[in-house]
């Protein structure tokens, strides 16, 4: 069973920096991706950042440029760091697990994802 813990969230002024950590256990991903995705009340789940066990990385438009994806392959941890946060990044924030299916999948719809953390609470203000 695939267990996947956030950390890392917190309450920063607009400009500032913030690292999200999530831990995978539970198996061996390769042929996984492993995603960030952020979430509003009311609204759906948006896809923020992925990347596959080949370290091929997929951001939004929505945060390219501003956020990055990296993977800890030997201690299977994946690093979001967000810079020049703004208001409208505040969100709860999601880590997910799709696959295997070995770099099939869009890696941007929610629906490929199986598996969910708890999720992480990033607040900007302004």
């Known amino acids: 069973q695939v267990q996947l813990v956030e950390s890392g969230g917190g309450l920063v002024q607009a400009g500032d920096s913030l690292r999200l950590s999530c831990a995978a256990s539970?198996?061996?991903?390769?042929?996984?991706?492993l995603g960030w995705f952020r979430q509003t009340p009311g609204k759906e789940r948006v896809f923020v950042a992925a990347?596959?066990?080949?370290?091929?990385?997929y951001v939004a438009d929505a945060v390219k440029g501003r956020f990055t994806i990296s993977r800890d392959s030997a201690n299977n941890i994946i690093y979001l760091q967000m810079n020049s946060l703004k208001p409208d990044d505040t969100a709860v924030y999601y880590c997910?697990?799709?696959?295997?299916?070995?770099?099939?999948?869009?890696?941007?719809?929610?629906?490929?994802?199986?598996?969910w953390g708890q999720g992480t609470q990033v607040t900007v203000s302004s």
């Open positions: 997910a697990a799709a696959g295997p299916d070995y770099g099939l999948g869009s890696r941007m719809n929610s629906e490929e994802y199986d598996d």
């Open positions: 539970g198996r061996n991903f390769i042929g996984y991706a």
């Open positions: 990347i596959d066990w080949r370290d091929v990385t």
